[in-house]
Each structure stands twice: as C-alpha cells, then as structure tokens.
C-alpha cells in the first residue's frame, strides 16, 4: 500500500546536512482517500490534503516513467527546509529536478524557486547541472518552458 522514496544526495557547494531519511507515498491515493471516507467536495473543500494525494499520484506515474528511461526517482530535503519533490536520475548520470503542485500562479512559482535555490547549490564542478527542471501541475493540456528555464507539465502530459 505504501513504497518508499528513498532520499537523493547531490554533491553541494556548501555543507548543508541532507535529510537522508525515505519518504512516503501511496502506491495508489485512492486507498488514503477510501481509508479517511473521502469524496471529491471532500478534497475540492481542502485543497491541502487534496495536493498530498496529487503528489502521490504524480510520484506514482513518474516512477514508471522513470524506470522506462532507465532512471531512478528520488527526493530530497536539506536542514535549512529545501525541498524538492522527486528526482529523476538516470544511470547516465543525467537527472531532472521536479516539484509537484496542484497548480496556481502563485504555487507555480513556489515550485519554481525551490527548483532554481536546489539548483544553483549545486556542485557543478563536481556533478552536471539538471538536465531540466519541471512543475508538474493538475490541470492542463499544454506544457511550457518558462522565461527562467523551468517547464510547466500538466500531469495528463507526462505520458506522451
């Protein structure tokens, strides 16, 4: 019911401690939405909770795609709060940083700076830079690359 994501541990430029601890997500959200009696004004009233169940569904999809490209999904978190949702990493040593929002202008760019802070801490000495950096979001039928570089990717995008 649940599967582990386990942490992603990137070369930094500064000495940041890394939380190497596993997250947790459902292998499908509608068993956490069954568990809690949930329905959809349920989850439209609270979007919150609605947007854990999205990650768990976007993390869900994205390690299939990621083991089709022959990759790895990670996540990671640093002591000073930093996020970022899922990593892409593949055996050639390529990644992809991705966060997860519902969607908004306002969580877009939320995701968006977290994408861009992780990105510049990153050792590029030492390691490549991202291959790219995504949003994914719950709604759309078109993504887009914004002026920053970062690709907005509706979810319903991802398999095609």
């Known amino acids: 019911m649940i599967e582990d994501l386990a942490a ?3 070369n930094l430029r500064s000495k940041t401690a890394i939380r190497t601890g596993d ?3 459902f292998v ?3 068993i956490g939405t069954a568990i809690l009696g949930l329905g959809p004004k349920d989850q439209t009233n609270d979007l919150d909770t609605f947007g854990l169940f999205f990650e768990d569904l976007a993390v869900r999809d994205l390690r299939v795609y990621a083991e089709a490209l022959d990759g790895t999904l990670y996540h ?14 593949r055996r050639n040593g390529s990644y992809a940083l991705l966060e997860v929002k519902l969607g908004g202008e306002k969580a877009i760019n939320e ?3 977290n994408l861009l802070e992780l990105a510049n801490k990153i050792d590029t000495d030492k390691m490549s830079a991202p ?9 759309g ?6 002026k920053d570089g970062v690709y907005v990717i509706p979810i319903g995008c991802l398999k095609d």
């Open 8 to 10: 992603w541990n990137p």
């Open 23 to 25: 997250t947790r997500h």
């Open 28 to 30: 499908d959200p509608s």
């Open 76 to 89: 990671y978190r640093d002591s000073n709060g930093l996020e970022c949702d899922a990593v892409l990493h």
């Open 111 to 113: 995701g968006t700076e």
């Open 131 to 139: 291959s790219f950096m995504a949003v994914i979001v719950g709604v």
């Open 141 to 146: 039928q078109y993504f887009y690359r914004r």
